[in-house]
Nanobody, 128 residues
């Protein structure tokens, strides 16, 4: 079992940047593949980016490719999402998620159903 806490959200102008953090506790962080999801009002929760346990394979949604960077520091039990060139359509609640994959160090996951644990979310608002 792992507990996840997101931080770093806030209000920024279009074109600005934010760095989200996800702090994990309760279990070995390196046993989990990780992902960032977001959900805007009236919209479905969808994957933003995902990263494997330790190899560093990454996935990005087309809408954020080239602007966002996902990373993790297993020694610090933390995952990050660097968001640059933010757009109003990036406005959403961003969620950190963990998938227990003890036998799959090189896989990332893009569906919410593949994840076992979720953080409480952090609000990101981008003004036009």
């Amino acid at each position: 079992q792992v507990q996840l806490v997101e931080s770093g959200g806030g209000l920024v102008q279009a074109g600005g940047s934010l760095r989200l953090s996800c702090a994990a506790s309760g279990d070995t962080f390196s046993s989990y593949a990780m992902g960032w999801f977001r959900q805007a009002p009236g919209k479905e929760r969808d994957v933003v980016a995902a990263i494997s346990r330790s190899v560093g394979r990454r996935y990005y949604a087309d809408s954020v490719k080239g602007r966002f960077t996902i990373s993790r520091d297993n020694a610090k039990n933390t995952m990050f999402l660097q968001m640059n060139t933010l757009k109003p359509e990036d406005t959403a609640v961003y969620y950190c998620a963990a998938a227990y994959k003890p036998y799959s160090p090189s896989s990332y996951h893009t569906r919410g159903s593949e994840y076992d644990y979720w953080g409480q979310g952090t609000q990101v608002t981008v003004s036009s």
